[in-house]
């Protein structure tokens, strides 16, 4: 028992109220001793880095999409909600899934799917399962902070005629350019920038339609866990669950943990055609799949010891090379 401790159980040879006090007093002391010693520790913890960490590049709320993808061997999975009540009487609602892997550290590949859509024009009301995207994403150049270029990745979508209802079905292709780069000494502001062709409605007996998306977001992070957004974009052609028009946004996404986030956000419409308001919000999970260092057990010293001896076993007999 420290010194400091040993006062909590003194009090022999005094009255009952100043034995009480004296321990009382020692008490204080012993807890005051004992969140120093906590908190001194929690930054420590802190500090030291989690090898099997996950990083975590979310599709939502935004339309612009930074350059990054998430770390190689992960699945990102994020679900959302987006309606859009349309100028009067119709209204947009969708419920999305959409599932992203990384094999590698610069290829993404992309799997979503409108589990629920709903359409409302005028009189008629259409409900079902919508379409599903097949696609990619390829970092070109990777970011780097202490570097004025900014990074650069190119995406592919393939949408296909799947959904449940005529009136929901769609069949074509979207090609996007992403840049990003963050400004500020710790990198705080994240300006993001997004250009996409789009080939659309192509299941028509008219044939398909060509239009573009282009989308400006600022990222502000406020700390770890929490970015603000701020956003203005276009599209002459229904992307991104969002019919044609010209909208600003507003929203944020936090991060609970290296594996789950919660993002949501408005967006209003600013043109003549656009729906006047919307909203969204979206859940985002992470887990590894595969990669990453193997934990270590208790008896990875005493192997690691054999297989350090039997290599320079191998060694003396000229067989270094082969043991690798």
């Known amino acids: 028992m420290s010194r400091d401790c040993r006062g909590c159980w003194l009090g022999e040879g005094r009255s009952t109220e100043l034995a009480l006090a004296w321990r009382l007093t020692g008490l204080l002391r012993c807890a005051v001793l004992l969140s120093l010693s906590v ?8 500090q030291q880095t989690d090898p ?27 679900t959302g909600y ?59 150049k ?13 995406q592919y979508e393939a949408e296909l005629p799947t959904a449940s209802q005529k009136a929901l079905q769609g069949y074509g292709q979207q090609a996007i350019l992403l840049i990003n780069h963050h400004y500020g000494p710790d990198g705080d502001l994240d300006v993001i920038a997004n250009g996409s062709v789009v080939q659309s409605d192509c299941q028509t007996v008219s044939g398909c339609s060509y239009g573009g998306q282009q989308s400006f977001a600022l990222s502000y992070h406020l700390n770890k866990e929490t970015r603000l957004y701020a956003e203005a974009f276009a599209q002459n052609v229904s992307q991104s669950n969002t019919p044609p028009g010209t909208y600003v946004f507003g929203g944020f996404f936090h ?6 986030g919660v993002d949501g956000g408005m967006r209003f419409g600013v043109s003549e ?19 990453g260092p193997a934990a270590k057990g208790p008896m990875a010293p005493r192997a690691e010891a054999r297989r350090a001896g039997a290599k320079q076993r191998l060694g003396n007999r000229g067989l270094g090379a082969e043991a690798e």
């Open 39 to 46: 908190c001194s520790a929690a930054p420590m913890a802190a």
């Open 52 to 78: 099997q960490a996950i990083s975590l590049s979310p599709t939502r709320p935004t339309v612009a999409n930074s350059a990054t993808i998430q770390t190689k061997g992960v699945l990102q999975v994020e």
């Open 82 to 140: 987006d309606a859009y009540p349309q100028n009067p009487p119709g209204n947009q609602q969708t419920l999305d899934a959409a599932f992203f892997y990384a094999p590698l550290d610069r290829l993404r590949l992309d799997f979503l799917w409108s589990a629920f859509e709903h359409q409302q024009q005028g009189t008629e009301t259409t409900n079902g399962v919508g379409t599903v995207q097949l696609g990619g994403k390829v970092v070109l």
């Open 142 to 154: 990777k970011e780097d902070y202490h570097l004025w270029a900014p990074g650069v990745s190119v």
């Open 255 to 260: 991060q609970f943990s290296d594996t789950f």
């Open 273 to 291: 055609h656009s729906a006047s308001v919307g909203t969204t919000v979206g859940l985002v999970f992470g887990r590894r799949l595969r990669g």
